[in-house]
Structures are given as structure tokens and as C-alpha cells.
């Protein structure tokens, strides 16, 4: 059984960080490429972060610079650390492991930015 548990998501102000985690169980989780994706009240889900098997990464423009994905492979886990956050970045952030599309994903944790 493929499982995906997203956590860290919390009410920060602005300015604040936080670092969420996915920690994956029934994959074999080296071989796949994991995304962070968010979707805000009314609005699209979008693709903020990706790290493949090899550690390459890619974010999106208007998290680039504030937001880092990482993975251990040892604990089977990926990681978004958030700096900076800004109130734009309030949305349920869900994990996304893909190795053949379209993949499995995770419940969402909500992360809010507000004073």
C-alpha cells in the first residue's frame, strides 16, 4: 500500500519559514522524482517544486530563491523548506511522487501566512 503524509503546515506571519515534509512508505523511493505542488482557495493547482532521482531541482518563478526541496533517500522522505513566506503562499501543499504518470499524492497540509 502506497502511502504519502505531508506535515509542517502551521499558521506563520509573514516573513516566517516552515518546513514540510512527505514521508513516503510502499515505493521504492529512490527511483522517483518528488513535487510539491499548492492550490489556494479558487484557484488551479500548481507546481512549486521538483526534485528528481538524480537531485536536480526546479521551482517555480515566484518561489525561486525563498523555497528549497530536498530528499533523503535514507528515510524515504522529501522536504520543502520555506523562507521568507509571504501571504500569496497561504495553500494546501500536497506531495506528488511520480515515476510513471500520474503518479501518487499525499492528503495536503494546510500552511497559512497572515499577521
Known amino acids: 500500500q502506497v502511502q504519502l503524509v505531508e506535515s509542517g503546515g502551521d499558521l506563520v506571519q509573514p516573513g516566517g519559514s516552515l518546513r514540510l515534509s512527505c514521508a513516503t512508505s510502499?515505493?521504492?523511493?529512490?527511483?522517483?522524482?518528488m513535487n510539491w505542488y499548492r492550490q489556494a482557495p479558487g484557484k488551479q493547482r500548481e507546481l512549486v517544486a521538483t526534485i528528481t532521482r538524480y537531485s536536480s531541482t526546479n521551482y517555480a518563478d515566484s518561489v525561486k530563491g525563498r523555497f528549497t526541496i530536498s530528499r533523503d533517500n535514507a528515510k524515504n522522505t522529501v522536504y520543502l523548506q520555506m523562507n521568507n513566506l509571504k501571504s500569496e503562499d497561504t495553500a494546501v501543499y500536497y506531495c506528488?511522487?511520480?515515476?510513471?504518470?500520474?503518479?501518487?499524492w499525499g492528503q495536503g497540509t494546510q500552511v497559512t501566512v497572515s499577521s
Open positions: 506528488n511522487a511520480v515515476a510513471i504518470a500520474p503518479g501518487y
Open positions: 510502499g515505493i521504492r523511493f529512490s527511483i522517483y522524482t
